[in-house]
């Protein structure tokens, strides 16, 4: 049984060739282990991100300072897209859904201050959640 942590890590991986190779989900998913295949948190939070992209990517592109989504690392945006996700649609606490995405960028972004970066973007956007 593989931890939260885990699988928020396959999915990061799992969108990440979503969106750098143009492919569909479903067979993304064909290459993963069948635990993974049957994982709720992963299938969901895939599929809802897909769902919701135009919404996802406008929050995240009103709260850059100075910066547009496109400039954004692939990575980056991945990372952000799932804490968004995950703080508007689903019942996991904002904080664990920050320091998560701050752990995933530490690992995989291409800046090592990625991770600051981030965090702000992502405090920004509790701070419009909660006042909604």
Known sequence: ???RHELREITFKLL???DNNDLDFDTVLELEDEDVRNNPYVVDTVNGIQNHKDEI???ISENLKGWTISRLSKMDRQILRIAIYEIKYSDIPYKVSINEAVELSKKYSEKDESYKFINGVLK???EKVANN
């Open 16 to 18: 990440f060739q979503i």
């Open 124 to 126: 920004g956007v509790v």
């Open 1 to 3: 049984m593989k931890t």
């Open 57 to 59: 990517d406008s929050i």
